[in-house]
């Protein structure tokens, strides 16, 4: 079993940044591929950005490439999403999620663990 955190999320306006941590407690984390997702109010949970288990491999949805960063250091059990340029349409809960396998995916379904999340708010 492996228990998911996220941290950082906050009030921002327009243009700004934030930089959300999800710390994982439980089985190897250095061996599991990690995403983020976001929901948005009335909408579906949808993919942000992915990394495997190396850092090597990273991928990110459209709507954040070039604005956002994934990250992860194996040895403190956590990864990052550096959000920059923030824009209104980015306001949502924003969800930490692990797989039980180093491969980074895209697929939300493709993930086995899930943390409560953390709210991020663009104000324009």
């Known amino acids: 079993q492996v228990q998911l955190v996220e941290s950082g999320g906050g009030l921002v306006q327009a243009g700004g940044s934030l930089r959300l941590s999800c710390a994982a407690s439980?089985?190897?984390?250095?061996?599991?591929?990690m995403g983020w997702f976001r929901q948005a109010p009335g909408k579906e949970r949808e993919f942000v950005a992915t990394?495997?288990?190396?850092?090597?491999?990273?991928y990110y949805a459209d709507s954040v490439k070039g604005r956002f960063t994934v990250s992860r250091d194996n040895a403190k059990n956590t990864v990052y999403l550096q959000m920059n340029s923030l824009k209104p349409e980015d306001t949502a809960v924003y969800y930490c999620a692990a797989r039980r396998s180093p491969v980074a995916t895209t697929r939300r379904d493709d993930y086995d663990y899930w943390g409560r999340g953390t709210q991020v708010t663009v104000s324009s």
């Open positions: 439980g089985r190897p984390f250095s061996r599991y591929g």
């Open positions: 990394i495997s288990w190396s850092g090597g491999g990273t």
